[in-house]
């Protein structure tokens, strides 16, 4: 029997997206043979809410050294992170010295901005080559998981936080309640935590399946939050819609009664439980839309290929190595995936081993049609690649509706 991560309530898994290879693990020929695979299964605690992966592989695979993830690769992230920083600085900076702590805190995009405005700051993240690349840009930064003990020893040395980040990071550490002890001690008593991560309503009202993957372990909803945090006497004083990864939620955590609790907490829980956003029949919906969109996507693609179409796929992330092995395309399907990320170029794809090329293999290579992955960013990536339309080239767009758009932004939902 399964038990929920944070309550220990059993839990059983309402759907199955099969058989899953680590969603950032791009590797090598020679590793096909080792490559690792679970089953992923989703499932929603009935006590507690959180909606989480049963059978999670281990943190310490997932987030292995090679791990390819860097933040400072998207520039609308940059610029996110530089107005969360300026935001937090001119609302909650108000002690002398304060003390800056970021958990999970990649290649230092977000302390840099600490750092400009001379903050003391403490990044913790576990992974070796982003958290070098925080250090070479003069970001404090120590190689570590973040739990209690670890927490402890931050605020014997620094003393403690006045703000605690986790950016798209809380979701991903399946120790929970480590993390939650680990707040709770290094946090000053009129401290702020901070975290964003993708909204579960997002993901079920638009059945944005590839957003659960290994990394993340666990999807919130506004009301799994509050139930969870009050436990390490933290509460959730506001929150704030914000539009990365395709939908995500700030939530603003502060100790119990330090802090007035906007309204806008009481009525986004309120709107869950309007839409029954953690009823069993709301996930078999979910269940349900997600099995047809993988048969619509299989059905177009399956249709092109018998035309001897040539299909390639923009961006090898997450969100493509999810959508690749749920509808189990292979190389046969889809010719190649490009990225800009050098650690990911010349690799292939997790479990459906597609190799991955550079955005200028792409450019000289046109395919008839171009798959674009990271479906929230479009918009942005048909502009930036106007010629491929131009030359009759058609993109396919995995949103919530199919789309395919041709020449002249001619577009039709499959
Ligand atoms: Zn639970």
Redesign the pocket.
């Known amino acids: 029997m399964n038990r ?1 991560l ?2 220990e ?1 059993p839990i059983s898994a309402f759907m199955t997206f099969g058989r899953m290879p680590l969603a950032s693990g791009f590797l090598l020929p020679e590793d096909f043979g080792d490559e690792y695979y679970y089953e992923l299964k989703p499932a929603l ?1 009935d ?2 809410k ?1 909606f989480q992966i049963v059978d999670v592989p281990d943190n310490k695979r997932v987030f292995h050294s090679g791990y390819t993830h860097v933040t400072s690769t998207s520039a609308f992230m940059i610029q996110h992170l530089k107005h969360l920083a300026q935001d937090v600085i001119q609302e909650y900076l108000v002690d002398e010295d304060p003390f800056v702590v970021e958990i999970g805190s990649n290649d230092g995009s977000l302390l840099t901005n600490f750092v400009q405005a001379g903050i003391r700051v403490l990044g913790i993240e576990p992974a070796r080559a982003v958290a070098e690349m925080a250090r070479n840009a003069g970001v404090k930064t120590t190689i570590k998981y973040f739990n209690e003990e670890m927490a402890v020893e931050v605020k014997k040395q620094a003393g403690p936080a006045d703000i605690i980040f986790g950016i798209n990071v809380i979701a991903h550490i399946s120790d929970i309640n480590a993390t939650g002890e680990g707040i709770k001690t290094l946090l000053k008593d009129n401290g702020v935590f901070i975290f964003e991560a993708v909204y579960l309503k997002d993901i079920v009202v638009n059945n944005a399946y590839s957003q659960i993957y290994d990394e993340h372990v666990f999807n919130y909803s506004v009301t799994s939050v509050k139930n969870i945090f009050s436990k390490y006497g933290l509460e959730l004083f506001n929150i704030k819609n914000i539009n990365t990864q395709g939908g995500s939620m700030r939530f603003y955590l502060a100790p119990t009664g330090s802090r007035e609790v906007k309204s806008s907490v009481d009525d986004q829980i309120k709107k869950e439980e309007r839409i029954h956003l953690h009823d069993e029949s709301t996930l078999d919906f979910f269940r349900i839309g997600c099995e047809q969109s993988r048969d619509r996507f299989r059905a177009l693609i399956f249709d092109l290929k018998n035309q001897k179409k040539h299909i390639g796929g923009y961006g090898a992330a997450t969100k493509s190595t999810i959508m690749i092995n749920y509808c189990q395309f292979t190389a046969q399907d889809i010719d190649y995936l490009i990225d800009s990320t050098p650690l990911k170029q010349n690799r292939a794809s997790p479990g459906a081993h597609i190799p991955v090329k550079t955005p200028a293999y792409f450019r000289a290579h046109y395919p008839d049609y171009m798959i674009i992955f990271p479906w929230n960013h479009a918009e942005e990536i048909r502009s930036k690649e106007k010629d491929f339309e131009t030359q009759g080239g058609q993109w396919i767009i995995p949103d919530k509706d199919l789309i395919v758009v041709g020449q002249n932004g001619e577009t039709k939902w499959i």
Do not use: D, I
């Open positions: 929920c944070f309550c309530n605690c006590a507690c959180l």
